[in-house]
């Protein structure tokens, strides 16, 4: 069973900046891609990044030119550099991987991301 573990939420002033990591149990080369997912308080889960084996990048709309998502393939690690953080991204973030020809599908269990002064 595949194991993927998020850390580094934290509470944060706006306009502060935060690292989150994602540590899987195995080697990331397996999944195809990767992603973060975030839920607000008493909101659905949504979509905030996605980087493929290739390294190929997308983003959500509300984080793009803020968010940088990264994974570093010796530590077996996803990362999500946040900067210019916003209330609104309050949320806990969720880590996501997938392999397309098995149709796997790995989460997290998440970590709590409050922006507030």
């Known amino acids: 069973q595949v194991q993927l573990v998020e850390s580094g939420g934290a509470l944060v002033q706006p306009g502060g900046s935060l690292r989150l990591s994602c540590a899987a149990s195995?080697?990331?080369?397996?999944?195809?891609?990767m992603a973060w997912y975030r839920q607000a308080p008493g909101q659905q889960r949504e979509w905030v990044a996605t980087i493929t084996k290739e390294t190929r990048t997308n983003y959500a709309d509300s984080v793009k030119g803020r968010f940088t998502i990264s994974r570093d393939n010796a530590k077996n690690t996803l990362y999500l550099q946040m900067n210019s953080l916003k209330p609104e991204d309050t949320a806990v973030y969720y880590c996501n991987a997938r392999t397309f020809a098995y149709g796997t599908n790995y989460w997290g269990k998440g970590t709590l991301v409050t922006v507030s002064s």
């Open positions: 195995g080697s990331i080369f397996s999944f195809d891609a």
